[in-house]
């Protein structure tokens, strides 16, 4: 259902995609939302790193996620997006609502901080947010994430591309 990996990269690499994604000059990007089956007064920041389609993009920090490319052996072509999202501390947990990113993918979920929030499964199942770990599924797993109260933000990446 959902294979868990902790100490997913090389601490090195690790270092340097924790440095620049927590630090002072990495780019987030308002969304007045925190998924697109919600219809709260919800909010969260996001960074896309890449996305495919119509309308296509490439970060300028693309080259930080490429170590976790390398590690998932996934071949550029079957991406469909890599987004960074961060939420903020809550005084109590805040569900985002379940969802699917995208049908008929896989789905990596990649936590940069470590925090008491998790992503929650419609079947139960809960990843807590660890630095350095990796949850991957298939995408049609419905699910949704939960904001943390320990620390002042709560950062992953999720990855969907094609089987």
């Known amino acids: 259902m959902v294979k868990v990996t902790d100490k997913f990269l090389s601490q090195?690499?690790?270092?340097?995609?924790?440095d620049h994604m927590m630090g002072y000059y990495f780019p987030w990007y308002y969304m007045d939302r925190e998924s697109y089956e919600t219809d709260t007064d919800t909010f969260q920041f996001q960074h896309t790193f890449y996305r495919g389609g119509e309308y296509p993009l490439r970060s300028e920090y693309y080259d930080l996620v490429k170590p976790l490319l390398r590690k998932l052996k996934v071949d550029e072509k079957k991406l469909h997006r890599i987004k960074a999202i961060l939420t903020t501390k809550t005084p109590t947990p805040r569900f985002s609502g379940y969802h699917i990113d995208y049908p008929d993918m896989t789905t990596v979920a990649f936590y940069v901080n470590t925090n008491n929030g998790y992503t929650e499964f419609q079947k139960g199942a809960k990843v807590k947010s660890v630095a350095n770990r990796a949850a991957t599924f298939d995408s049609n797993l419905v699910h949704g994430g939960h904001t943390c109260t320990d620390q002042k933000i709560r950062v992953l990446i999720n990855f969907n591309y094609e089987r």
């Open 12 to 18: 090195e690499e690790f270092d340097l995609l924790e």
